[in-house]
């Protein structure tokens, strides 16, 4: 079964096209990376995806859920597409928990108590159980986006999508975030990850995918694709993120 | 000396009856802007043209006038169609317009300066525009607003002295009777003055117990 079943996408912000008939299915339970340069258009794919952006052309099929060009997609999927942004957005005027139950009381109509004890479970998986009242500014950056994933996760999304979840976090923060997603990744959940972390889309993907200029030039088995890429322009990245560093 | 406190004394129960004007028309006034401004608001930020634009028109029509003028408007012009409001309607209907018009700027750049972000978590979480708006959006723009919708607010104290010109027996209106009266004009104006003061004091008072309310939470 497909999580994700996409059909040519096209989006242009205004002339300029971002994504250019892109295919792509998942299957549930798969991990995908994405990875590309900036501008390749993987941030917009995945916002896209989640009905952040309205597609200009193509057919998507998400979570069950179809979606047509120029149509909000977004409120359409109730929660059953995960998103966790590359800026976290908590609620700054909600703790914690009060950011996880959120969704599950407003949207699915959860009674308080079951969305708080479920809502305590979820902050408890992602080693936040100690702060569950604490205000979003009374965080780090690592446990604000523990947060969102836990808020992410209390909607039982069929498919979770990461927008760079480490990029806006202190070097030794990053890790803490990872490995909460390398546990989801060992459930079997189905994620779509767009990261600069090659050695964890190497590790915890099952796929990786390659885009460049609103294209997917390559995907593959993430080992194969990291141990021998195919396209030159893919070789040409990972050799220059390698000799960049991390 | 003497004289001066008797002639106090003697016209405190009016300053009072005035100062109760004065308080009433800027409660008035808030109150009803606020709801007012609160729509204009969100017409302002609508996408459909039709409600965007008589709203921008509205706003500054009313900002680009003297209060004054929108005041004799209602009382003395509105007549001549028939419809004749009591000095009280008038000046409540008046500056509720007017500050209306205030709010709704206040309150559309609040609500436009919460960032994006909050926007797009809620709507992956599948939350509707109007559940947005209400459970994330406006809790936050409410931080922001209460500090430049409270100037407001002390300005209106202060403007509600213009009812005197359209037959309102507000605080500056008793003033001007009294006067005319004992021709003791400068100590009368001076406690007018002070009680004004007073007034905008203790609602500055209530501003900075709002703020912080509005603050906590947010660390």
């Known amino acids: ?246 | 000396m003497d004289a001066t406190l008797d002639l106090l004394r003697q016209s405190a129960p009016l300053l009072l009856k005035g100062a109760g004007y004065t308080v009433l028309l800027s409660l008035i006034g808030m109150a009803l802007g606020l709801v007012l401004g609160f729509g204009l608001a969100l017409m302002r930020l609508s996408r459909m043209a039709l409600l965007r634009w008589p709203a921008g028109v509205y706003v500054s029509a009313i900002r680009g006038t003297p209060l004054l003028v929108q005041l004799f408007l209602i009382y003395y012009g509105l007549p001549q169609f028939g419809i004749e409001l009591p000095p009280l309607v008038a000046a409540g209907i008046g500056f509720s317009l007017n500050i209306a018009a205030y709010a709704c700027e206040i309150l559309r750049s609040a609500i436009a300066n919460v960032d994006r972000g909050q926007w797009e978590a809620a709507t992956v979480l599948g939350m509707s525009r109007g559940q947005t708006l209400r459970r994330v959006i406006l809790p936050q723009a409410a931080r922001t607003a209460v500090a430049p919708l409270s100037n407001s607010f002390i300005s209106l104290v202060k403007d509600t002295s213009l009812a005197a010109t359209i037959q309102v027996p507000e605080l500056f209106r008793q003033t001007q009777l009294i006067t005319a009266r004992t021709f003791e004009i400068f100590t009368m104006y001076l406690a007018a003055a002070a009680l004004y003061w007073i007034v905008s004091t203790l609602l500055a008072a209530g501003q900075g117990w709002l703020e912080r309310r509005a603050a906590e939470g947010r660390r």
């Open chain 1, 1 to 246: 079964m497909s999580a994700v079943e996409a059909r040519g996408l096209v989006k242009r912000f205004g002339v300029m096209p971002v994504l250019r008939e892109i295919d792509l299915d998942v299957a549930a339970g798969e991990v995908v990376a994405i990875i590309g340069p900036s501008g390749s258009g993987k941030s917009t794919l995945l916002r896209c995806l989640a009905g952040l952006e309205l597609l200009d052309g193509g057919n998507l099929r998400i979570a069950g859920v179809e979606a047509t060009p120029r149509a909000p997609l977004a409120r359409a999927l109730k929660g059953r597409v995960g998103f966790v942004f590359q800026g976290f957005n908590l609620f700054p005027h909600r703790t914690a928990l009060e950011n996880v139950i959120e969704g599950p009381i407003v949207v699915r109509r959860q009674s308080r108590d079951a969305a708080r004890a479920r809502g305590l479970a979820l902050l408890d998986k992602v080693g936040l159980a100690d702060r569950a009242h604490a205000y979003p500014g009374e965080l780090s950056g690592g446990q604000q986006q523990r947060c969102a994933i836990a808020r992410a996760l209390a909607m039982d999304p069929e498919v979770i999508l990461f927008d760079e979840p480490t990029s806006a976090l202190d070097p030794e923060l990053v890790g803490e975030v990872l490995s909460v997603i390398r546990d989801l990744a060992v459930e079997r959940r189905t994620l779509l990850i767009v990261t600069h972390q090659m050695d964890f889309a190497r590790d915890v993907a099952d796929r990786t995918i390659f885009m460049d200029d609103g294209v997917i030039i390559e995907q593959a088995p993430s080992r194969e694709l990291f141990g021998a890429p195919k396209e030159e322009r893919t070789r040409r990245f990972l050799g220059k993120v390698a000799a960049t560093g991390p």
